[in-house]
Antibody, heavy 117, light 110 residues
Framework: EVQLVESGGGLVQPGGSLRLSCAAS????????MHWVRQAPGKGLVWVSR????????RYADSVKGRFTISRDNAKNTLYLQMNSLRAEDTAVYYC??????????WGQGTLVTVSS | QSALTQPASVSGSPGQSITISCTGT?????????VSWYQQHPGKAPKLMLY???NRPSGVSNRFSGSKSGNTASLTISGLQAEDEADYYC??????????FGTGTKVTVL
């Protein structure tokens, strides 16, 4: 069974940092592009970042560019999102998801990040 | 990158059909046949319902169908059932960022 399990969310003060992890299982992790997508409370889905299979190419939404860094460890079947200079507007559930030929499937269960003093 | 435009809410009675629109531009919906639709129940992760405009993943009911004309894609749910009550999001591959999502539509079964 394909499974994605996020961890690392929590409460952080504005300006702080947090690193999210996503453990993948049930498929050949190193063969797939991966994404992070977030959803603020009561709001819609917003694409955040994407990484290619070997980590050599990364893309970011303008709202997080320069503050967030996506990376992966194919030996550990794990995707990461390093989030620095966090703002209140970064408060959201963060989903890890697999890119399956121009469609995002499946999704993890999400991890909540709350930025507040 | 602006979100794709969806109606905020759509409702229908059990057994009826409803259609949700998703309007973008020639740089996303109109430029590629990589439009997907996701269903999200409260507190749950999104679930892929359609991909490449019209294709259903294994296990998704054939009551869900899709189409596209120009810069607008559509999701139709026929034979509406109580379990279809959820939020629905479209997404499209784009020329700028890999993906853009729609604003989301709340489907209510009356």
């Amino acid at each position: 069974e394909v499974q994605l399990v996020e961890s690392g969310g929590g409460l952080v003060q504005p300006g702080g940092s947090l690193r999210l992890s996503c453990a993948a299982s049930g498929f050949t992790f190193s063969a797939y592009l991966m994404h992070w997508v977030r959803q603020a409370p009561g709001k819609g889905l917003v694409w955040v970042s994407r990484i290619n299979v070997d980590g050599s190419d990364t893309r970011y939404a303008d709202s997080v560019k320069g503050r967030f860094t996506i990376s992966r460890d194919n030996a550990k079947n794990t995707l990461y999102l390093q989030m620095n200079s966090l703002r209140a507007e970064d408060t959201a559930v963060y989903y890890c998801a697999r890119d399956d030929a121009y469609k995002i499937d499946p999704w993890g269960q999400g991890t909540l990040v709350t930025v507040s003093s | 990158q602006s979100a794709l435009t969806q109606p905020a809410s759509v409702s229908g009675s059990p057994g009826q059909s409803i259609t949700i629109s998703c309007t973008g531009t020639s740089s996303d919906v109109g430029g590629y046949n990589y439009v997907s639709w996701y269903q999200q129940h409260p507190g749950k992760a999104p679930k892929l319902m359609l991909y490449e405009v019209t294709n259903r993943p294994s296990g998704v009911s054939n009551r869900f169908s899709g189409s596209k004309s120009g810069n607008t894609a559509s999701l139709t749910i026929s034979g509406l059932q109580a379990e279809d009550e959820a939020d629905y999001y479209c997404s499209s591959y784009t020329s700028r960022n890999p993906f853009v999502f729609g604003t989301g539509t709340k489907v209510t079964v009356l």
